[in-house]
């Protein structure tokens, strides 16, 4: 039986590896979902607008089912879609 003293106990401490950067821990993060409700309140469209885009295939979703079913899309696909609307459009 080894006794454990205060010297061995530091040891191990030293040994233990430092933890990752919070960047490294934060680029493996899923992406922040909203409701269609939430997408709504930062385009300014209607709720109903982003729901037909998102059964359409025109933006990413992912569709939660339980008690309280939910349509949640991505904050970045909200953001391309906005940024999308705003390009002027060639004309020929």
Same mark, same amino acid.
């Given at each position: 039986? &080894? ?14 590896? #430092?933890?990752?950067? &919070? #960047? ?11 409701? &269609? ?5 930062? #385009? ?49």
């Amino acid at each position: 039986m &080894v006794l454990k003293t205060k010297a061995t106990r530091r040891t191990k401490a030293a040994r233990r590896p #430092s933890p990752a950067p &919070v #960047s490294a821990v934060l680029q493996g993060a899923p992406p922040k979902l909203l409701t &269609v409700q939430g997408c709504a309140a930062i #385009s300014g469209e209607s709720p109903w607008t982003w729901r037909s885009r998102a059964y359409s295939g025109l933006c990413a979703s992912v569709k939660m089912n339980g008690p309280k079913s939910r349509l949640l899309i991505p904050e970045a696909e909200v953001y391309r879609l906005i940024e999308e609307g705003m390009r002027l459009r060639r004309t020929a």
